[in-house]
Nanobody, 120 residues
Framework: QVQLEESGGGWVQAGGSLRLSCAAS????????MGWFRQAPGKERQFVAA????????RYSDSVKGRCTISRDNAKNTVYLQMNSLKPEETAVYYC?????????????WGQGTQVTVTS
């Protein structure tokens, strides 16, 4: 299994942008599809975006479609989430996750998360 470490969280004003990164350990990064999720206080974890093993397919939740872009650099073992036009309700801990399933579901490796706070 890979180990995942997120970075790039912080404070941003509504309408601003952040770029999250998730670095993976190991030499098998390209065998994992990657996803980003978020969890706000008192709420269930929510899917944000996913990218296939080679980066040729992506999927987004309706709430972020058009404002966020997921990408990956397999040479750097890193996946990114570019978030634009952020809203206060998107304040949450953001997690990256990995799965070997081609369907980009059933994630079984998770990072510790990075806090994103969007102020109004």
């Amino acid at each position: 299994q890979v180990q995942l470490e997120e970075s790039g969280g912080g404070w941003v004003q509504a309408g601003g942008s952040l770029r999250l990164s998730c670095a993976a350990s190991g030499r098998t990064f390209r065998s994992y599809a990657m996803g980003w999720f978020r969890q706000a206080p008192g709420k269930e974890r929510q899917f944000v975006a996913a990218i296939s093993k080679l980066g040729d397919s992506t999927r987004y939740s309706d709430s972020v479609k058009g404002r966020c872009t997921i990408s990956r650099d397999n040479a750097k073992n890193t996946v990114y989430l570019q978030m634009n036009s952020l809203k206060p309700e998107e304040t949450a801990v953001y997690y990256c996750a990995a799965t070997q399933a081609t369907s980009m579901n059933d994630y079984d490796c998770w990072g510790q998360g990075t806090q994103v706070t969007v102020t109004s």
